[in-house]
């Protein structure tokens, strides 16, 4: 996959995201929520993959993970992502939203509306959203 592949994903299940919201259903708009900033961090990766460069064992392993966190730290986005949390509240409360998301949230058939909206704002806000801060990235 290329990284216009993850970038224009991101924006399709965000979409998805939101067509599920918009038909109650919360847990699979919350799931695909977490696939959208997914998508835009493995975006982000890819931009930083040389062509014709092979990459190491370890970190090609280390980056099929579908922890948000991780892919920050594999990135180096941490200090970024800290900088703009210090800096941002409405994107450190976005962040706080997302950051602890799981894919295992595909179980779980709970997900209350207020938590998907939640998810769904803090990723598409076009002032302090997730996406519009990644997209700075990918």
């Known amino acids: 996959m290329t990284r216009r592949d993850f970038q224009q994903l991101a924006l399709i299940r965000l ?33 930083k993959t040389k062509r014709f460069e092979f990459p190491e064992r370890e ?10 966190n991780q892919l920050i730290s594999l990135l180096g986005l941490k200090r970024d992502l800290d900088n703009e949390i210090n800096n941002n509240v409405v994107f450190a409360s976005y962040w706080g939203y997302l950051k602890d998301w799981d894919v295992k949230v595909r179980y779980d058939r709970n997900v209350k509306r207020q938590q998907a909206l939640d998810a769904i704002n803090a990723i598409s806000d076009n002032q302090n959203g997730i996406l519009k801060w990644l997209k700075n990235f990918w």
């Open 15 to 47: 979409k998805e995201a939101k067509v599920l919201f918009d038909n109650k259903c919360y847990s699979g708009s919350f799931y695909l929520s977490g696939y959208t900033v997914e998508c835009a961090l493995k975006a982000c990766i890819a931009k």
């Open 59 to 68: 970190f090609v392993n280390q980056i099929h993970t579908h922890k948000l």
